[in-house]
């Protein structure tokens, strides 16, 4: 069978498990995921020998150290995901909520209530843990799901998915709503994207150039985010304190997520004091600074001249660049150019121009006098996340199990007619 039609056959596996996940109820849906915490312990060993032999293939390879990091599964790894299973064992289930029940003049009651996407088909890359993450918060959310992980990973993946698959059994739940690609072949990516009557959504997580390729060739809609350019804006009378505290967090805590710092803005009116000072903690912080020629000269030795280019850069590293503004309105202006509507900050005292900076702000996370590295599931209450969107159809921010909703129309009546 060619790849196209194999794709095609788990497809239509999943779209057919996808109506059981539907209705299965909260208890079978966390008895899954209790069997699946327990199979992640118990089975620890042959999970760690599945990932030894993609690791061996991998250095063999060439793999560089950063992707080896994230390829590689430890003890405190199978842990951690065993203990996200329990976690989300204790959240809400979302599938068969209604919101808002609301009363028409002719006495029908009109509400929403949350049902499953469907089926998802997840693309990642590198993370064998993934595996886990992405399906146990699918599965919650009463969908079935398509699990295509990267080729460096293939033998971790195929020995998570078996664990999925046997917890849903042990449920009594369709094995077929986890399901993993058995290939490394790009073109299951490819065939997967074509196949819009039977998938849902897709969700590609991973790189920039994965995530455009998924976005060019699917005909599904696509939630998805390309990259985390982050801005923290300081205000005009910003406590300088706080704001160093924060621009440090935000930059030097994680440099290498989608949710750290990599431009800040500074009112022209705060960098004479506010940029030396932060200029020396960045330093101490270990950070370099690509500045703009009015920051240059206050921030000291950790600073060069920017370039056009490092404005609006992901850097993923403990690079910052830095641009004095003259006003709230230039710094949003330059937010609007160069963002990624991901995160976007302001550091401010004044009330007025921190509401007005939360309104016009366009980020799936908007925050006053904090961290850029709150835009995380956990940290916003979610308890756990599948990734952050930052396109506005259908979620826009970190996608949790109720992200992994719709809602449909449901109207309650006593036999009325429309006239």
């Known amino acids: 069978m060619s790849i196209a039609g194999e794709m095609e056959v788990m497809a239509k596996k999943a779209k057919d498990a996808s109506r059981a996940m539907a209705a299965a109820s909260g208890a079978a849906k966390d008895a899954f995921l209790a069997a699946a915490a327990g199979l992640l312990t118990t089975r620890a060993d042959e999970i760690l020998a599945a990932n030894a032999t993609d690791i061996a293939k991998a250095r063999a390879a060439g793999m560089d150290a950063p992707r080896l990091d994230r390829l590689t599964l430890t003890p405190a790894v199978m842990e951690s995901m065993a203990a996200a299973c329990h976690e989300i064992i204790s959240l809400p289930d979302p599938v068969g909520a209604i919101e808002a029940l609301r009363p028409r003049p002719n006495g029908l009651l009109v509400g929403r209530m949350r049902v499953p996407l469907g089926v998802i088909c997840m693309v990642y890359e ?3 843990n993934v595996t886990i993450d992405a399906a146990i918060l699918c599965l919650k959310a009463g969908n079935a799901v398509i699990l295509k992980g990267g080729s460096e990973a293939l ?124 200029g020396a903690a960045l330093v101490r912080a270990g950070v370099t ?32 660049a830095v641009k004095v503004v003259d006003s709230m309105d230039e710094a949003l202006t330059h937010i609007h150019r160069y963002g990624s509507n991901h995160t976007e900050v302001i550091l401010t005292e004044d009330h007025g121009r921190a509401m007005d900076f939360l309104r016009r702000a366009d980020a799936s996370m908007v925050g006053i006098n904090c961290s850029t590295r709150f835009n995380d599931g956990g940290e916003l209450g979610l308890g756990a996340e599948i990734g952050i969107s930052t396109s506005k159809l259908h979620s826009y921010g970190p996608m949790g199990l109720v992200e992994l909703t719709s809602a449909k129309f449901v109207v309650l009546g006593q036999g009325q007619v429309r006239g």
């Open 126 to 128: 590198s993370r064998p």
């Open 289 to 320: 600074m690509r500045a703009c020629p009015r920051a240059l000269p206050l921030l000291g030795e950790g600073a060069t001249p920017a370039a056009p280019e490092d404005f609006g850069q992901e850097f993923h590293d403990l690079i910052l």
């Open 155 to 278: 033998a971790s993946n195929m020995a998570l998915a078996g664990l999925l698959r046997e917890a849903l059994a042990a449920a009594g739940l369709p094995e077929d709503a986890a399901q993993l690609v058995p290939v490394a072949d790009r073109a299951a990516v490819a065939a997967l994207c074509k196949l819009d009557e039977l998938i849902d959504v897709m969700i590609p997580r991973g790189g920039e150039g994965l995530i455009r390729a998924v976005v060019s060739q699917a005909t599904m809609p696509v939630l998805k985010h390309y990259k985390g350019v982050c801005h923290a804006y300081v205000d005009a009378g910003a406590d300088e304190a706080r704001a160093e505290a924060v621009v440090v967090n935000a930059k030097a805590q994680r440099p290498g997520v989608c949710n750290a710092l990599e431009c800040l803005l500074v009112h022209a009116a705060a960098a004479p004091t506010f940029l030396p000072r932060v």
